[in-house]
C-alpha cells in the first residue's frame, strides 16, 4: 500500500540501507545460531586439539574425542560442511521435530550430545565455546543483533536448574 512512499522514504535518507541499518532476530535457536562452515570449524579444531578428552561415556565405558570419530569412520580432513548437513530447511518450519534431528551432525545424536547440548558428559563446555565465538562475531558486526533460545523439554523437575547453573559455570549468561 505504502511501498512507493517508503522506498522514496528509504532513498532520500544518506548512508543507511540494508546492511547498515539494526537487525535483530527475536528468535533463533542458539544450537542453530552458528553457521555449518563455522560449526565445521569448531569441530575440527576440537579433534585436533582434544582428541584425547573423555566426551562421552556409552554402556559405562568411557569415550575420548579420537574414539568417537573413529567410531563414525570420521577424520578432520575428510569432514565437510555437506557431510556436516546441519540447517534448517522448508521441512523444519514449525516443526521442532524435524529441526532437532536435522540438527544432527553427520546424523549423529552423539555429534549432537557433545557439540550442541548443555547438559552432557562435559558439561555443555563445547556448546557454550562455540555460543561465545559465534555472539562474539555478532559483537563486532555492529548492526546485527540477536536474541538466543535456548529448549527446555520439561523431561526433569530440575531442567531450568541444570540450565542456569550451564550459563553461570559457563559465563555465558550475558548472551
Known sequence: MNELRELHEQKSVPHRDFYNIRK???????????NQKHLLRFIKKKMKTEKDKIVLQQGGKDITMKQLFEELGLDAYDLSVDMLD???????????????????????SSLRDVFIKTDNYVGGKYFAEVLKEVF????????????PRLSIYGRKRDEWDILAKWAIEHDIWYI
Request: net charge negative; hydrophobic share 30%; aromatic share 10%.
Open 24 to 34: 535483530v532476530d527475536t528468535h533463533i535457536h542458539a544450537a542453530s545460531s552458528m
Open 86 to 108: 546441519v540447517h534448517a530447511d522448508r521441512n523444519t518450519f514449525h516443526r521442532f521435530d524435524k529441526f532437532n534431528t536435522k540438527y544432527n551432525p553427520v546424523g549423529q
Open 136 to 147: 562474539s562475531d555478532l559483537e563486532d558486526s555492529k548492526y546485527q543483533h540477536a536474541e
